[in-house]
C-alpha cells in the first residue's frame, strides 16, 4: 500500500492487512541501503506471528516518490514516522532496523521517543567522523549510468554474485532490481548515512533498545553504539557471520522476538 509523506506518497509491505488494534505493538522495519522493504521479505515470516510488520520503502527507494538528490536521515525519519502514523495511529510502535536503518531508527527513537515502544538495530554503522567523509565522498556518489552495461557491474556483483551462497538467483535478481530501481540516485541512502551526525544524536534516543552485533565490519561500530546509546543493551551473535536477514533469519528473528516480546 501507500501513505502519503513530507516528500510524496512512501510505499510499503505487510504481512497481513490486520486492523489497527491487536495486541501486539505494530512491528516497522527500515532496511539497508541502497535496497528497499524487500530486503525484509526472509525474515518477516518470523517476525510476524501475533502483530503487523510493516516494511516501507525510503523516498526514492522502492515503490516510493522520489526526494531530492541528498536526502538525510532525518528526511527518511519523517517519512517513516508519516507512515507510522498512518497505519498505526496513536498507538505506539516498535522498530528493526539494518544498517542504513539502525540510524533511521535511532533518529525516530530520538524525535518521537513517546511513540517507539522498543528497537532493535542490527549492525549500526557508526563510523568515524573521519571515516564517514571518505565514505560519502565514494559511496554515496551518484550512480553514472552509460550506454555500456558495465556501469550496472557494480551493482549486479554486490547484489547477485555475491548473494548467490545464501539466496536462490531469482531473490537476488529481486534484490539487484531494487538496488538500481532508483537510478542515479541509488546511493543517495549511502550518503545519508555517512553525513549523519551519530555521535550526538544517539545519546539523546530515549526509548529501549536492543544492539544486535553479528560478525561482520559493523561489530565495532555496534560496539560502539551500544555505549553511548542510553537505554540499550548489546547483544552479540559472533556465530552469524552473513546473510543476517536471510540464511541467518530465523536466528536473528529469534533474538528480536525475544526482545519485543
Known sequence: GYSDGPFGQIHWRTTQQDEVGGAAPDLYCLHPAPFSGIAFSNIAPYLGAGRRVIMPDYPGYGGSDQHT?????????????????????????????????????AELCRAAPSRIRKACLIDVPA?????????????GAPLVLTEELDCLAGPWESGVK????????????????????????????????????????????????????????????????????????????????????DEAAEKTAGEIRKFIG
Open 69 to 105: 538528490e541528498k536526502p538525510s536521515i532525518d528526511d527518511y525519519a519523517s517519512a517513516m514516522m508519516a507512515v507510522i502514523d498512518d497505519l498505526s495511529g496513536d498507538r505506539q510502535v516498535d522498530l528493526v532496523g539494518f544498517h542504513t536503518g539502525c540510524l533511521v531508527a
Open 127 to 139: 563510523f568515524p567522523e573521519e571515516v564517514r567523509a571518505g565514505l560519502a565522498a565514494k559511496n
Open 162 to 245: 555475491k548473494r548467490l551462497a545464501t539466496q536462490p538467483m531469482e531473490q537476488a535478481f529481486a534484490m539487484f532490481v531494487e538496488q538500481i530501481r532508483p537510478g542515479p540516485r541509488m546511493n543517495a541512502a549511502f550518503y545519508a548515512a555517512f553525513t549523519y551526525p551519530w555521535e550526538t544524536r544517539f545519546p539523546e534516543a530515549a526509548s529501549e533498545i536492543l544492539v544486535l552485533a553479528s560478525k561482520s565490519g559493523l561489530l565495532e561500530g555496534s560496539r560502539k553504539a551500544a555505549s553511548i546509546l542510553p537505554n540499550a543493551r548489546l547483544v552479540e551473535r559472533l556465530d552469524i557471520a552473513r546473510s543476517v536477514l
